[in-house]
């Protein structure tokens, strides 16, 4: 504490008795407006001083109201201070409570609040190296799995597969498209078709290949396109929408357009066209017989 502030509790300890003496005289008096003002200021340094009571920011703030206010009283000539002396008795009460009422632990207080700041930053910096690197790992395994799965693959491609081994594949693909409808799912690919026939997304490409000619698409698509001829030569009054169904096209306008595109006329056109469905055979362009 410095020599200040001694002489201001100097001041206080030798004053502080008077203040409150003279006004205990005028306690019940109605209040001035400069008592009043004086009375409010008071009132702001206490509420500062009991919301952070350890804080030297709130204390110093508390002490630069109550100097303000004294100052602000001891300017005023005697026809406008009249008694002031509780008030100044109050403001000076509440300065030594500011300068006396310090925490001894206070410094020691702040430095540990200090270290736990910087204790938290760090660890948050070191949470969020910690989950960059895990998921920077995680992505360098991805795409090592990614590299070995498209080796595997590439080998698997270029393995020789006997011709009854293709044959046997196809046979199976054949059943399942036909006795489990497997082509009504719009999602139909190689991958699903490989795991419902116990084999790998290469195999049923390679028998798909070897044993129609196509690629897997062309021979999807021309199997959904004779699931078609075929349905509307049983029923030529069904629905677009049952057809999409029956075939396993996602929406109408692909159908229309798979349509057109392998038989080189309209789907409304072959529709309406009765005679047209008596000869399908001109219009079909898949090798195998229909289901």
């Not at 006396?100 to 609040?113: G, H, T, V």
């Not at 594949?169 to 082509?183: F, L, P, S, T, W």
């Not at 509307?232 to 349509?259: E, H, K, V, W």
Request: glycine residues 2%.
């Amino acid at each position: 504490m410095n020599l200040t502030k001694y002489l201001k509790l100097l001041t206080l300890i030798v004053y502080l008795p008077l203040y409150s003496c003279a006004g205990s005289d005028t306690e019940s008096a109605p209040l001035t407006p400069i008592q009043e003002y004086a009375s409010s200021e008071a009132d702001k340094a206490r509420l500062i001083l009991k919301g952070s009571p350890n804080s030297i920011i709130s204390r110093n703030r508390a002490i630069q109201i109550c100097n303000a206010c004294l100052d602000s009283l001891d300017r005023m000539d005697a026809a406008q201070a009249e008694d002031l002396d509780k008030e100044k008795g109050e403001l000076h009460r509440i300065m030594s409570d500011a300068y006396l009422d310090i925490s001894p632990f206070q410094e020691d207080i702040n430095k540990r609040n200090q270290a736990i700041t910087i204790l938290l930053t760090v660890m948050a910096i070191m949470v969020v190296f910690s989950l960059w690197l895990l998921i920077d790992k995680k992505r360098k395994e991805e795409e090592e799995e990614m590299a070995l799965s498209e080796e595997a693959e590439v080998y698997e491609r270029k393995k020789p597969i006997s011709f009854g081994k293709q044959a046997e594949i196809y046979d199976k693909i054949i059943k399942v498209m036909e006795e489990e409808k497997a082509y009504q799912d719009p999602k139909l690919s190689r991958e699903k078709l490989a795991a419902l026939v116990s084999t790998n997304r290469t195999y049923v490409a390679k028998a798909v290949e070897e044993m129609s000619g196509l690629t897997f698409s062309d021979w999807l698509a021309n199997f959904r396109n004779d699931i078609i001829i075929k349905e509307l030569n049983m029923n030529p009054d069904i629905s677009t929408t049952d057809l999409c169904i029956a075939a396993g096209f996602s929406t109408p306008d692909y159908l229309r357009r798979q349509f057109k595109n392998l038989n080189g006329i309209s789907f409304s056109e072959f529709k309406s066209n009765t005679k047209a469905l008596m000869h399908t055979g001109s219009v079909r362009n898949s090798d195998h017989p229909l289901p």
